[in-house]
């Protein structure tokens, strides 16, 4: 699997030590953490080094950039997830980078894809939905930042949906 991916207008590459300030000032904007169900309110730079170590040898899981400017994270680690500083909201970089990985995991597997969005969270829902992902139910479980059970949208997408949506 290759540890490097481009897009039009994003580059999807592996952490490095030097993401680890931008990353907990992101995700450290409750704005940000409120809608992940296993980041930590408040998040600070050892988060992040802990969360690089944790997924170095991860082959999915991307740093995503807009040219020098890390901008957020997506990643298939069992279930498709990312996140994006707010200030980068609305420019299209979730579904562009996921779209991107998508593309890269059925390059190499059959095996369907799980994701899922805490209710509320519109704008997740729409990135699913425009790569394709459909409906797959519901699940409480815990969220670390808001301290309190949330519910999960699960949603799935198949290569046959993929393929027939790409």
Known sequence: MT???ETERLLLRPYRASDAVTVAEQIGEFAVSQWLTRVPHPYGEADALAFFDKVAS?????????????????SIMGDLGYWYGAKHW???YATE????????????????????YITG????????KKIGFVSNGFKETPCLSRKANVTINRVILSREM?????
Request: hydrophobic fraction near 45%.
């Open 162 to 166: 993929w393929e027939g949506d790409a």
């Open 97 to 116: 980078a996921a779209r991107a990985v998508v593309n890269a995991h059925f390059a190499h597997s059959d095996a369907p894809i799980d994701s899922g």
């Open 121 to 128: 969270n519109e704008a997740s829902r729409n990135v699913l």
């Open 90 to 92: 609305g420019r299209g």
């Open 58 to 74: 991860e082959a999915m899981v991307y740093a995503v950039c807009r040219a020098d400017e890390l901008v957020g994270c997506v």
């Open 3 to 5: 540890r490097t991916l």
